[in-house]
């Protein structure tokens, strides 16, 4: 699929698949770095999502003029994204205290799917999970590869604050929220890890292109990695000052 539109009068819009699976997720990043790498004078800005890449122009390009001439180079784009490599991320280890005060859902998610809640941490830290895009808030990764026997449907009435770095379940997806939040995602676990830190370069722990692996730890090893996460923080501001 490669299907080119104005996106109103300051951006086009190319959709490069119908359903997400990382074959459209490979296509979708092979399109982006095609992008980049041409330097259109005209494209001031790019942002992939799931199943399309957003192009906004320069003011006094003509969005209509830049749609029309993508469209034609259709067949040549289709061809060297068809060749392209898969391209392979970090593996990214993420710990996570599953259930208790970290994982207020996990019993619900359980009991949904009539599972105990050891399976439900036995089949979420069993999976190798691709990180789409980042989105929603700085850092938050929409992750593709949540087993479908975990689907579960968010919560009726969202919460006012859900903790930072808490693990979540929202249809067929699974996240983590790097800074306290509102939010309607079930939460079965936290990590102590931090995932966006305005002080690093990059700010963001994780990249569209990543893939992660849950690692369940116990509350002694969250409090370990909680306060050495802590520490290192201290330590990068101080340097900084």
């Known amino acids: 699929m490669f299907v080119v539109n104005p996106f109103g009068d300051s951006a086009v819009h190319v959709q490069l698949g119908s359903e997400v699976n990382e074959a459209v997720f490979h296509k979708v990043r092979a399109f982006a770095a095609w992008m980049e790498a041409k330097a259109d004078e005209r494209i001031g800005e790019l942002i992939p999502g799931y199943l399309a890449v957003t192009l906004f122009v320069r ?4 969005v209509s003029e830049v ?15 068809a060749e392209a490599a898969a391209g392979q991320g970090r593996v990214v280890e993420i710990p996570v205290c ?29 999976t190798e999970y691709l990180v789409h895009m980042l989105g929603f808030m700085p850092g938050f990764p929409y992750l593709g590869g949540l087993p479908v026997r975990l689907a579960t449907p968010r919560l009726a009435t969202p919460r006012a604050e859900v903790a930072q770095g808490s693990v979540g379940i929202a249809g067929s997806q699974t996240g983590i929220y790097p800074l306290a939040s509102p939010g309607g995602w079930q939460i079965i676990g936290r990590t102590p890890l931090r995932l966006f830190d305005p002080a690093e370069d990059p700010p963001t722990l994780l990249q569209s292109g990543d893939r992660i692996r849950f690692k369940a730890v116990g509350k002694e090893e969250y409090s370990q990695l909680s306060d050495k996460n802590k520490n290192e923080s201290k330590s990068t501001n101080m340097n900084g000052n």
């Open 59 to 62: 003011s006094g390009a003509d």
């Open 67 to 81: 749609a029309r001439r993508l469209a034609e180079q259709g067949g040549a784009f289709e061809k060297t994204l």
């Open 98 to 126: 599953y259930g208790g005060e970290y994982g207020p859902d996990l019993e619900y998610v359980a009991g949904y799917h009539g599972l105990t809640a050891g399976e439900v941490i036995a089949l979420h830290a069993g």
